[in-house]
């Protein structure tokens, strides 16, 4: 006898306020000398760090992730008026949401040296595991409904689940850059992490009672 089966879908989602954050920014040095324009962008990554202790920041959540020294012939920030050289750091700084206020302060204090390139607000691993159990579960709930009204029409019951394949769709990480940084002064409100997964399911088709 052929087995009798039906196959749907269903997608499923949840939310978590963030719990983690990262932000990127930069620190500079300008001088026709090369040597002394990469030495005042270590001297105002030195200030920064000593500014982001201060905001209770651990050393070990400080990365520099990358350098260059541009000059006026190649570089794209460096203007016909500006010294001929010009060192950049790119730094990451990894925090709670509650510290990207302090953060951003320190480096809008450190003056035209240091900006921000991008605040990003996220959800950690563990997090993101219990939350995409949590819409894998509703996604199966919303196929089996479907299962069941397609059953039903045919006078069947729906039984045992037969195969399922997953799709975990990308995350909404938040990320804020430009213009919201100048409402750092309020404090910043990043909206809940969505996550989200959708199912195809096959379900067993059985006699009705």
């Known amino acids: 006898m052929t087995e009798r089966t039906v196959t749907t879908s269903g997608t499923g989602s949840t939310a978590a306020q963030p719990d983690i954050a990262e932000v990127r920014l930069?620190?500079?040095?300008r001088d026709d000398v090369a040597e002394i324009a990469h030495e005042r962008a270590r001297n105002t990554e030195a200030s920064l760090r000593t500014a982001l202790s201060a905001a209770d920041v651990p050393e070990d959540c400080i990365r520099r992730t990358d350098a260059q020294l541009e000059d006026r012939d190649n570089g794209f920030e460096i203007h016909t008026d500006d010294p001929e050289y010009r060192a950049e750091?790119?730094?990451v700084v990894d925090c709670v949401p509650e510290q990207a206020d302090d953060i951003v302060g320190a480096v809008l204090d450190?003056?035209?040296?240091?900006?921000?390139?991008?605040?990003?607000?996220?959800?950690?691993d563990e997090a993101r595991?219990?939350?995409?159990?949590?819409?894998l579960d509703d996604a199966m709930t919303v196929a089996r409904r479907k299962a069941e009204a397609i059953a039903a029409a045919e006078g069947l019951t729906v039984g045992e689940v037969l195969e399922v394949t997953t799709d975990n769709m990308p995350s909404g990480m938040e990320s804020i850059v430009d213009d919201a940084l100048g409402s750092s002064?309020?404090?910043?409100?990043?909206?809940p992490v969505e996550i989200e997964a959708?199912?195809?399911?096959?379900?067993?088709?059985q006699d009705g009672d």
């Open 26 to 29: 930069w620190v500079a040095g």
């Open 185 to 191: 002064e309020s404090g910043f409100h990043p909206n």
């Open 110 to 124: 450190a003056g035209d040296g240091s900006g921000i390139e991008r605040i990003s607000f996220d959800v950690g």
């Open 89 to 91: 750091f790119s730094m």
């Open 129 to 135: 595991m219990r939350l995409g159990e949590e819409a």
């Open 198 to 205: 959708s199912v195809e399911a096959t379900f067993e088709l």
